[in-house]
C-alpha cells in the first residue's frame, strides 16, 4: 500500500520560509512537489531522482528560494521554501512517480 503525508504548511508572512515534508510509504522513487491555486492547472515546483538525487526547479526564481531534498532513510522529501512571496499561497502537493504515479493530500501554503 502506498501512502504519502505532506506535513508543514501553514501562514507565514512575505519573506519568511517554511519546511514542507513528505513521507512516503511503500514505494521508493522520484517525488516531486506540485502547487495548485483554485482555477488554475497545478505546476511542478521542484523534483528529486532516486536513488541519486539528481534536483530538478521549474525556473531559476524558485530553485533561489526553494530547496528540495530527501532523508533516504526515512523516506522523506523536504521543500524547504524561504523568502516566500504571496504568489507562492497555493495547496503544495508531492507526488511520487515511476512506472506509477502517487499523490498526497495536499497542504495549504497562505503568504500574506
Known amino acids: 500500500h502506498v501512502q504519502l503525508v505532506e506535513s508543514g504548511g501553514g501562514s507565514v508572512q512575505a519573506g519568511g520560509s517554511l519546511r514542507l515534508s513528505c513521507a512516503v510509504s511503500g514505494y521508493r522513487h522520484c517525488v516531486g512537489w506540485f502547487r495548485q491555486v483554485p482555477g488554475k492547472a497545478r505546476e511542478g515546483v521542484a523534483s528529486?531522482?532516486?536513488?541519486?538525487?539528481?534536483?530538478?526547479y521549474r525556473d531559476d526564481s524558485l530553485k533561489g528560494r526553494f530547496t528540495i531534498s530527501r532523508d533516504s532513510a526515512r523516506n522523506t522529501v523536504y521543500l524547504q521554501m524561504n523568502s516566500l512571496k504571496p504568489e507562492d499561497t497555493a495547496v503544495y502537493y508531492c507526488m511520487a512517480y515511476g512506472e506509477y504515479k502517487y499523490w498526497g493530500q495536499g497542504t495549504q501554503v497562505t503568504v500574506s
Open positions: 528529486i531522482s532516486s536513488p541519486v538525487g539528481t534536483t530538478y
